[in-house]
T-cell receptor, first 113, second 116 residues
């Protein structure tokens, strides 16, 4: 049972344009969401997070949007740069100090120069 | 500040053997979590340790175990290895405190385990 889903296995975006990565979840208990970026042969790198009490969080070129009613979140990268080419994972966790992350299957983003 | 370190980086074992992987968290981080990454199942949570106690556990058989030491360093052990245990094993640390909101986790580079 995949509780966190990333339905697009891959995405190609022109350099300088906006990259939008999507994530859906089914568990209504999730209240904290994170995005990670992963390069080959490296561990995931934390990008940005959002609590369920917010609907938007911004950090530089990265913005995460959360739509709780739709159980959907998205990561926007503006402008996209070649170094953004990587696999992006969304992850979610439930309340009460639980460090267990449930990950999506990932989206491979390729930025075309 | 040094990042999360994992040793060894690569390991080849035979079916039926056992293996121990090591993780040193970022200084000051008290929570260490372990994940398994495979092409078919993605990133799956194994267990989390906080203050030398296992606080959370994923859906893995008892062959997978771990422990945490007083300096927050952690080890995970897999006994009676199976071919399906071939995977990238990732360790992550965080500033987690007891009972508070989750914190961002910082991952190490992983240990690539191949079981033949």
């Amino acid at each position: 049972d995949q509780q966190v889903k990333q339905n697009s296995p891959s995405l190609s975006v022109q350099e300088g344009r906006i990259s939008i990565l999507n994530c859906d979840y089914t568990n209504s208990m999730f209240d904290y969401f994170l995005w990670y970026k992963k390069y080959p042969a490296e561990g995931p790198t934390f990008l940005i997070s959002i609590s369920s009490i917010k609907d938007k969080n911004e950090d530089g070129r990265f913005t995460v949007f959360l739509n709780k009613s739709a159980k959907h979140l998205s990561l926007h990268i503006v402008p996209s740069q070649p170094g953004d080419s990587a696999v992006y994972f969304c992850a979610a966790t439930v309340p009460l100090g639980n460090e267990k992350l449930t990950f999506g299957t990932g989206t491979r983003l390729t930025i075309i120069p | 500040k040094a990042g999360v370190t994992q040793t060894p980086r690569y390991l080849i074992k035979t079916r039926g053997q056992q293996v121990t992987l090591s993780c040193s968290p970022i200084s000051g981080h008290r929570s260490v979590s372990w994940y398994q990454q495979t092409p078919g199942q993605g990133l799956q949570f194994l267990f989390e340790y906080f203050s030398e106690t296992q606080r959370n556990k994923g859906n893995f058989p008892g062959r997978f175990s771990g422990r945490q030491f007083s300096n927050s360093r952690s080890e995970m052990n897999v006994s009676t290895l199976e071919l399906g245990d071939s995977a990238l094993y990732l360790c992550a640390s965080s500033l987690a405190t007891s009972g508070n909101s989750p914190h961002e986790q910082y991952f190490g580079p992983g240990t690539r385990l191949t079981v033949t």
